[in-house]
């Protein structure tokens, strides 16, 4: 069954630098997302992308985050400056459709953990 | 999206049938009803959904009340790798793109 890849699995990083969580969507997907989730915790949605555009985005998603489609295959989410709170698992989705009935297909993960 | 209740958590034996409620007593017309899982260490997993009608897969049976104010996930045969948080969320085929997760209900299988 075709899967969701995510890059790096572990990432470790010092409080104020950049970090970019890479992601590679199931091939025929057009629809993307990502999520974390802080230990213990629910998991929490970040944005949502579609045709090249961000289609919704939560509270979280300030303005230290950014993503981005850079090729027909990448889908990176980008913090500028990284804070001791951002620590969570990173998880990158992805889906055929929309419309309810759409199945989300998820990546195992990107552990980010900030010094 | 509309909310769902679960409960914390729910313990069964290995082989046994398990039986996850789900109350959605606000849900509308235009939602349908979805289930994930998360096993330990991963990512949310698709399980199943349905509008109006039970739903059966390979992985579990989804039973929808008839005035689907509540759904029931049932996996027939639960096994050690079943363990997992299963997730109840509504989606509004008219609504955000985005699901939402609630806590869950964390499934412990007992050998």
Same mark, same amino acid.
């Given at each position: =069954?075709? =899967? ?15 970090? $970019? ?11 993307? +997302?990502? +999520?974390?989730? $802080? ?8 944005? *949502?992308? +579609?045709?090249?555009? $961000?289609?919704?985005?939560? =509270?979280?998603?300030?303005?230290? /985050? %950014? ?13 500028? %400056?990284?804070?001791?709170?951002? *620590?969570?698992? +990173?998880?990158?989705?992805? %889906? ?9 297909? /998820? ?5 980010? %953990?900030?010094? | ?16 049938? #398990? ?13 349908? !009803? ?16 349905? &509008?109006?009608?039970? #739903? ?15 759904? @029931? &996930?049932? &996996? ?8 997992? #948080?299963?997730?109840? !969320? ?9 699901? #939402?997760?609630?806590?869950? @209900? ?6």
């Amino acid at each position: =069954e075709p =899967e969701v890849t995510q890059t790096p699995s572990h990432q470790v990083t010092q409080m104020g630098q950049e970090v $970019i969580l890479r992601c590679v969507p199931i091939s025929n997907h057009l629809y993307f +997302y990502w +999520y974390r989730q $802080i230990l213990g915790q629910k998991v929490e949605f970040l944005v *949502s992308f +579609y045709n090249n555009e $961000i289609s919704e985005k939560s =509270e979280i998603f300030d303005d230290q /985050f %950014s993503v981005e489609r850079p090729d027909g295959s990448n889908f990176t989410l980008k913090i500028r %400056s990284t804070k001791l709170e951002d *620590s969570a698992m +990173y998880f990158c989705a992805s %889906s055929d459709q929309t419309g309810g009935r759409e199945k989300l297909f /998820f990546g195992s993960g990107t552990q980010l %953990s900030v010094l | 999206d509309a909310k769902t209740t679960q409960p914390n958590s729910m313990e069964s034996n290995e082989e046994e049938p #398990v039986h996850l409620p789900c109350n959605h007593s606000t849900i509308s017309g235009t939602d349908y !009803i979805h289930w994930y899982r998360q096993l330990p260490s991963q990512g949310p997993e698709y399980v199943i959904h349905g &509008l109006t009608s039970n #739903v059966n897969n390979r992985m579990a049976s989804l039973a929808i009340a008839e005035d689907r104010k509540s759904s @029931t &996930l049932i &996996l027939h045969r639960a096994t050690l790798r079943d363990a997992a #948080v299963y997730y109840c !969320i509504l989606r509004d085929y008219q609504g955000a793109q985005k699901l #939402v997760f609630g806590q869950g @209900t964390r499934l412990t299988i007992n050998p």
